[in-house]
């Protein structure tokens, strides 16, 4: 028995391994991913900023509809920066809680394997018992 359980030991570890190496990727993933992004927007947004500070734009100054689309941009990509960070950590807490509760129910299944080998082998050796004192009743 002491084999099997070995096994089982050896599958479950296997599986913690899995989700930590799982989880830590995705956030890295993540976390490079939102900071790409901002380095990006900044580089985008680094001539335009110096431009409109200067009061121009490749000779113009920024007016209007052109300010007000360099605005929405602008936010539109700090939203969806900020945005994904949130939803990665939120992600990494329900990965987390999940290998938690993966964690319980095998731990509960190794206790109820160990239990069900018990009462089997209880069982095995009390069959056995009557076994032989109904061989010993017969012979009398």
Same mark, same amino acid.
């Given at each position: 028995m002491?084999?099997?359980?070995e %096994?089982?030991?050896?599958?479950? +570890?296997?599986q913690?391994?899995f989700?930590?190496t799982?989880?830590?990727t995705?956030?890295?993933? &993540?976390e490079r991913m939102?900071e790409?992004?901002r380095?990006? +927007?900044?580089?985008?947004?680094?001539? =335009?900023c110096?431009?409109?500070? *200067?009061?121009?734009?490749?000779g *113009?100054?920024?007016?209007?509809? *052109?300010?007000?689309?360099?605005?929405v941009?602008?936010t539109m990509?700090?939203t =969806?920066v900020?945005?994904?960070k949130?939803?990665t950590?939120?992600?990494?807490? =329900?990965?987390?809680? &999940?290998r938690?509760? %993966?964690?319980?129910? =095998?731990?509960?299944?190794?206790?109820m394997?160990?239990?069900l080998?018990e009462?089997?082998?209880?069982?095995?050796?009390?069959a056995?018992?009557k076994?032989e004192?109904?061989?010993?009743?017969?012979a009398?």
């Amino acid at each position: 028995m002491a084999k099997e359980f070995e %096994i089982l030991d050896s599958y479950v +570890q296997s599986q913690k391994e899995f989700m930590e190496t799982l989880m830590n990727t995705q956030k890295e993933l &993540w976390e490079r991913m939102a900071e790409s992004t901002r380095k990006m +927007q900044e580089a985008m947004l680094s001539p =335009m900023c110096s431009a409109q500070s *200067q009061g121009h734009a490749g000779g *113009q100054e920024m007016e209007g509809a *052109q300010k007000e689309a360099f605005n929405v941009y602008n936010t539109m990509v700090e939203t =969806m920066v900020n945005t994904s960070k949130a939803y990665t950590d939120e992600v990494i807490k =329900m990965q987390e809680a &999940w290998r938690h509760t %993966i964690d319980k129910q =095998m731990e509960i299944g190794r206790r109820m394997n160990t239990n069900l080998f018990e009462m089997g082998r209880h069982a095995a050796e009390e069959a056995g018992h009557k076994t032989e004192q109904g061989g010993e009743e017969a012979a009398a």
